[in-house]
Structure formats: structure tokens, C-alpha cells
């Protein structure tokens, strides 16, 4: 007589989970078969072995960026580093970042937060409060939190990152343990990981769970615009008008659109309109120096671009713009919210960094995700995006678990603002 299959027998079943446990948790505490170099400065690693594996990754893993953080990053970061190796050989560079999170970096200041914040206000909230009611917890980040995007690993060229992600676990526990002087950190998070990379299973293993946020609101551009009026001209004639009325309104109020490449100069201006936005967001886990973006601007030169909206000698608002490779990202902005009642600012700002992506030759823009109502009318659509997260309680694992899939996010609503002989190339890629 043939035997019961695994899943129809619940003993097995059972026996089989508590196998895989129990191989999950002797893999989570052995040496994954790698050697580790971890640094407190980047410019403590060997740089040549650093620049060689992150040559393929994000700008913001460049050693001339990571410099600018250590000196004028945000006052509740500690960067941390760690270059992996398999033998001599350099196969994964890691940028991490020790932030304390209290209340204060959760809750809105104008509302105190609440249902409508992000997801993931909304799994770090609940989750500090069962363990304490006045949150003061430090947070292990791989990531860069002064940004959006795969920022904060790079795998060497050439390599499967599927063999990798195991020392990058151990990377991150090593590097956890060594900081308890800073305080117990309990919860790890991965930031922010899409479609492209591969091989995350293996986070399964070391207890990581997955949290799909709000989405990066992403504008492929066409290979066709070589000018942002070519751009202006793919939309259909709603959108277009909409664009030239914001020109309009602008000019008629003695306003001017313009590059500002003394950023220095302006730092204290600036500062203040990025509070000015910064404060009414519901997650405020870092924020950035008055110094940052002017010596971001320094390190990266070409790279780096700032458009300001000004009326006389005052500045209503801003935008930075970075070119990433392939992409430029719409970075840092801040306006004048009481300006902004009547004229507008933001959506003239987010205008001039396609004008820059288009400009610099870039393939897409990346436009955050946050407001995806005016993102997704420029033509942006959401890419899906999700954070990876673990908790040094066995037993928390099992209540992030619950909370992961009950946590849920703003969707990005549905616009196609080109003409219908332009919709199908834009969508295509």
C-alpha cells in the first residue's frame, strides 16, 4: 500500500517544519564561510577593493558620498561598512546605517500621525510599543535613509547574489553585536529591494521578512526626447495645457525658474524649505544638515543639480536632482507652503527634473514615493518596492510576521497623460 503523502499527513508535516527550523537555525548561527572587513569610516576599508566591487552600484555607495554622510549626516546616524570576501577576493561591499528611532521620528508633528501614515510608520510603531511605550530603539539599516533605492549593497561583477545574501546576513549580525556599547539593537532592516534583485529567498532563512511600502513612482523616458519640449509634446493636450498653465501662473506672479549652483550661499534658505515639507511627513526617521546638500553638490559636481523657483532675491522653492547612472533621481525638495497656496511651485519643480534626466541622457527618473497622485500624472508608474526585516527575539520574528501581513500601503492611482500614438512606446519601456 502506497504511503501518505507529506501533505496529507500532519505528523509529517509537523516533523518536516520542525526540521526546517531547526536547519534554519544552525544555519543562522554558523559562519557562513566568508571574511569580513568592518569599518567605523569608509576610508578605513581598503578603497580600491571598495571602488572595484560597488563600480556596477548606486552613486550613493561612492566613497566621495559616503564621506558626506559621515561628516553631515543627520545627528541620530552612525554609517557602518563592511567589505565581504571569499578568500582574497572582494565580492560584496555593504553601507549601513545605525539610526535611534524615539516617537517623535514617527508621528507627524501637524496630526500626530496615525492610519494614514506610511507602512512603515505603521509595522515600527505597534512593534516598539510591546516593548516599550517611550521608544528610544536603535535600528540597524542596510540602506542609506537619506535616500530611496538599492542603496546600500553591492555585489561584485560577475557573482550570484543568491550565494552572497548569506554573508550579507552575517555581515549585518557581526556588525549589530559590535555596537551594543550604542545600545541593544533589536530590529535589522534591508532597504529598499524591487523586481531586479535576486537571490532575497535566502533572507528567508535568516528569519527576514518582507514589507511591500508605498511604491517608487518611476518615468520611463523615451529614447525620442532629446529636449524636455519634446517631452511636452507626447502628452495629449490636457496635460500639456496643464504644464504650460503652471509656466504661466509663475511668470504673471514675477517668478523665475532657474539653476542654483552656489548652494552654500543658500544653504540656510534651503534648510529651512526642506523643514518646511520635511515636518508634515508621517515617517521622520533622519534628518538631513543644513550643511548636506551643499556638500552633496561639491562631491558629486556634474552629477548634481539644484533648480530654485525664485520671486526678487527670495527663493519660494527647490528641487535636486542626481544622476545615477542610468537614472536620475528627483531628490531633495522644499517649498514655501504658504506660496504654494497659490501658485504652483511643487508641481513646476518636479517638471524641471525631467527637464534634467532627459538633459543628462538618463533611460528613467525616479520620483520617490511619496505624492503619487501628481507623479503618476506626469507619467510616472509605480515600481513595487519592499523593505526586508528581522528582530534579534526569536519570538518577535513570529509577531513582525503577523504584522507584515496585516500592514498595507498606498496604491498609486492609474494615469496616462500621452497622446494615445505615444501611450503604447512609453508603456513598452
Known sequence: MATKSTSRNPLKRVATTLRELRERHEERHRPSGFDFALADRVDFLNGAAWDAVTARGSQFLQRKVLRVIEAHGPDNLVPRYALIFRGPQPVVAVAAQLVTVTNQHLLKEESGGGRNGSSLQRVLTPAAKLATSQLNEPLLVA???????????????????AALWPGVAEALYRIRRAERLLGQTNLVLVKDLTEREQGLEALRRFSYRPMETEPNMVLALHPAWRTYDDYLAALDAK????AKDQVKKLTTAECVVESLTDLTSHAARLHELYLAVHRNASVRLVTIAESYLPQLALALGDDFRCTVIRRGEQILGFVTTIR??????????????AAAEGLPIYLRLLHTTIADAIGWGCKSLSLGRTALEPKAALGAKPEPMSV???????AMNWILRGLLGAVTH????????FKATMRSDVASL
Open 388 to 394: 526586508w526585516l528581522r528582530h534579534r527575539v526569536p
Open 239 to 242: 496635460y500639456r495645457r496643464n
Open 143 to 161: 540602506g542609506n535613509l537619506m535616500s530611496w533605492g538599492f542603496h546600500g549593497i553591492a555585489f561584485a561583477a560577475g557573482e550570484d547574489p
Open 410 to 417: 498606498e496604491e498609486a492611482p492609474e494615469r496616462n497623460p
Open 324 to 337: 545615477d547612472g542610468g537614472t536620475a533621481i528627483a531628490y531633495y525638495i522644499g517649498f514655501d507652503r
